[in-house]
């Protein structure tokens, strides 16, 4: 699994804002989708949203509207700015990218270590 670094979390006030950002370190070929997952607690890690290497992206009902996704393919970092925060966001964020480490290799998920964001009064 290549190394991911996510920074960027942190506690918030309902109506705030946050950016967290990750970046795909170590020795890659090729970096397809990347995306941004959360785990709230005691429930399953769920796609927040992705972005593909050509710009595409989908993002979860809940969040559109709210959670913009961009992604720097030269430098092989994405970012999710987060706005408009409720309680109901609070969890800890998990990146997510799919990358092969040599040329023809399948692309197989890496994920970042996760960062908490708490949204509370």
């Known amino acids: 699994q290549v190394p991911l670094v996510e920074s960027g979390g942190g506690s918030v006030r309902p109506g705030d804002s946050l950016t967290l950002s990750c970046v795909v370190t170590?020795?890659?070929?090729?970096?397809?989708?990347m995306g941004w997952y959360r785990q709230a607690p005691g429930k399953q890690r769920d796609l927040v949203a992705d972005?593909?290497?050509?710009?595409?992206?989908f993002y979860k009902n809940s969040v559109k509207g709210r959670f913009t996704i961009t992604r720097d393919n030269d430098k092989n970092t994405i970012s999710l700015h987060m706005a408009s925060l409720g309680p109901e966001d609070t969890a800890i964020y998990f990146c997510?990218?799919?990358?092969?480490?040599?040329?023809?290799?399948?692309?197989?998920?890496?994920w970042g270590q996760g960062t908490q964001v708490t949204v509370s009064s």
């Open positions: 170590g020795n890659i070929f090729l970096v397809g989708g």
């Open positions: 972005i593909a290497s050509d710009g595409s992206t």
């Open positions: 997510n990218a799919k990358i092969s480490t040599y040329p023809y290799g399948d692309l197989n998920n890496s």
